[in-house]
């Protein structure tokens, strides 16, 4: 029986399972959380808060504190640095290095087995599972799988301890029926220069047989690319004619998707969106089109959802699932089986159902523009822009946005940097359909904006191409899970990139 069908036949098995959470959410929340906090209990956290007394869940947010990674980073260092039994009660040796952004400091994320088992490896088969279940005729494991992953390194306290982007750490573990089908070679996947591994990943998978990728969408493009100059082809279907799916994350693939659909031609091919982070795999694009995710309610986490308007607060109020509301913006808040207690990740999110509960990622808690009041989400600018490419015949490679600062005789401003695939046939038509669609989408930007009183027309400045990879490169923040950060609040990203622009001149 070939390995396709057995295959599916195993995984489509999960569906059932993914039906219950369905059907009892809240049930199986409460389940969760009290798992967690039975198997924690004799560590010095567990001890130290009192898990072994909590007896629900209001009492277990009345007694641990909402924390953000700064605030987490007393007890996280201690377990970088060799400690056990601190904040979850198996042995720590895998920390997933994250800057979240392009930056501030790096975060390091323990995981444990039980978060790698329990929950990236479960995502991982139920992203496969669904999309089975969604296309019957699917014939991935027919060929091979390239998996676009991260760098790791042995950590200097310990030979057995180890250090790198959450893919490098999943590709190092990965079970044998995934380890298969993967390319390229493991010594590849894990190089540290990315730009080497660009290359050596175009010479080594552009001759096989590749059913599937996964990886970030704006590095997937730049290996893309590269295979194409190599191959001098005009698509990627001369290239692996039965590509059928791309699983993507990371970041919104609203600027991306017209970049493949150029690449990718013709039907038959698939884009799953996922939301999977260093600290745990959330959620999973659950239907054929859509532009939500399924949260996943049984991987080991347990969900609070805070209102935005209540970052920052001593005391800041959360949400339960059953208490969320279609719409509204929350700060997402987990409790995991990584070790991970009342944690703010740093992601926002909106549920878009709640009969099962999906959700959109709205943004970053630290990635917005409100310089004026006008609180521009990334979401906004995403769609925003999406818009002003279809009217303008433009094609996105990446963009950052941030505020113009008043001045005396001059209202405020936001600047767009922005790096085109395609360059607009009219160039004011995207600034303008850009304008009016940030209007139509945020209330209170189109508030600022009314006579220009507060914010004037946008300032978009078209970047040379490879302006934004040249800076990644200066940054040493090549590949991986480096992300530009779409806002920014002040001008410092910006000031940065145009230096960088300026010198090239």
């Known amino acids: 029986m070939p390995l396709n069908t057995v295959f ?5 098995k999960r569906i059932h399972q993914i039906e219950l959470f369905r059907k009892y959410p809240v049930e199986v929340q409460r389940e969760v959380l009290a798992d967690l906090l039975l198997f924690a209990d004799e560590t010095e956290f567990g001890k130290e808060y009192g898990f072994k007394t909590i007896k629900s869940a209001a009492e277990f947010a009345s007694r641990v504190p909402v924390r953000t990674y700064e605030e987490y980073s007393l007890y996280i260092d201690q377990v970088v640095n060799g ?3 601190l904040l979850w009660p198996t042995r720590m040796r895998w920390f997933a290095k994250s800057s979240g952004t392009t930056s501030g400091r790096s975060k390091y994320i323990p995981v444990s087995k039980e978060a790698l088992e329990d929950c990236h490896y479960k995502g991982g088969k139920d992203l496969l599972a669904l999309y089975y279940h969604l296309n019957p005729n699917a014939d991935l494991y027919g060929g091979k799988h390239l998996i676009l992953g991260g760098s790791s390194s042995i950590m200097s306290h310990s030979s057995d301890s180890y250090i790198g982007d959450l893919s490098a750490i999943i590709l190092r573990n990965l079970p044998f029926w995934v380890e298969l089908k993967r390319t390229p070679s493991m010594d590849i996947a894990l190089m540290d220069n990315w730009e080497e591994k660009i290359e050596q990943m175009a010479l080594q998978t552009m001759n096989e047989d590749v059913r599937m990728v996964a990886g970030v969408p704006s590095w997937t493009l730049v290996l893309f690319k590269r295979i194409l100059e190599i191959k001098k082809a005009a698509h990627i279907r ?6 059928e799916l791309f699983m993507h994350g990371g970041v919104s693939f609203k600027p991306y998707r017209q970049q493949f659909r150029q690449l990718i031609p013709g039907s038959g091919m698939h884009y799953f969106e996922t939301y999977n982070a260093s600290e745990g795999f959330f959620g999973i694009q659950d239907r054929i089109g ?5 949260l996943m309610l049984d991987y080991g986490i347990y969900y609070e959802f805070m209102p935005v308007e209540e970052i920052g607060k001593s005391q800041p109020q959360t949400l339960s699932l059953r208490e969320v509301e279609i719409g ?7 409790t995991t089986n990584g070790g991970l207690w009342r944690y703010m990740p740093g992601d926002t999110i ?11 990622v709205s943004g970053r808690t630290k990635s917005f523009i409100n310089a ?4 521009l989400i990334v979401e906004n600018a995403d769609e925003a822009i999406k818009r002003a490419c279809e009217a303008s015949g433009a094609i996105i490679a990446e963009y950052t946005a941030g505020p113009v600062y008043m001045n005396e005789g001059s209202t405020g401003a936001h600047e767009w940097l922005v790096e085109f695939e395609v360059r607009p046939e009219d160039f004011n038509r995207f600034t303008e359909v850009l304008d009016k669609s940030l209007r139509e989408l945020n209330s209170d930007y189109d508030a600022k904006r009314t006579a220009d009183l507060t914010l004037r027309f946008p300032i978009v400045r078209e970047l040379e191409k490879g302006t934004f990879l040249n800076w990644f490169r200066r940054k040493g923040k090549m590949g991986g899970q480096h992300k530009m ?11 940065d990139v145009l230096q960088l622009m300026r010198s090239e001149a």
């Open 372 to 375: 004026f009041g006008e609180e």
């Open 290 to 294: 859509s532009d939500d995710m399924l």
């Open 8 to 12: 599916s036949w195993v995984i489509k």
């Open 350 to 360: 909106r549920f878009t159902s709640l009969a099962p509960y999906r959700i959109q």
């Open 328 to 334: 509204i913006n929350y700060a997402l808040i987990i």
């Open 238 to 243: 001369q290239v692996w004619p039965k590509l």
């Open 83 to 85: 400690k056990q039994n």
């Open 485 to 495: 950060p779409r806002l920014s609040n002040n001008r410092e990203l910006l000031e």
